[in-house]
């Protein structure tokens, strides 16, 4: 059985998501390494994903990250959809 390809829109997501989180730690002044110890993921993983390099990030991440950001998780998935509603890039 071959590994699953992962649709484009999803790929999208996931970069709009990273947009979204990078977009928010700067908005607070919060260094990736700061982010990485509060969220208590890796800094290779908070790197990763704000340079839309997870296509699907776990769950799991995405909870501790906006947790750690003051965002809930309603609220980061609307980010990451915005820009998809206005017809504009991140």
Do not use: W, Y
């Amino acid at each position: 059985m071959g590994r699953k390809v992962t649709p484009d829109e999803d790929r999208e997501h996931g970069r709009r998501l990273g947009a979204a989180l990078a977009a928010r730690r700067a908005e607070r002044a919060c260094s990736a390494p700061d982010l990485a110890q509060a969220s208590s993921v890796a800094i290779d993983t908070v790197r990763s994903l704000e340079n839309g390099r997870v296509a699907v990030p776990a769950f799991l991440t995405v909870a501790r990250l906006a947790g750690a950001l003051g965002l809930s998780l309603d609220e980061l998935h609307a980010a990451a959809m915005r820009d998809v509603s206005a017809g504009q890039p991140t």
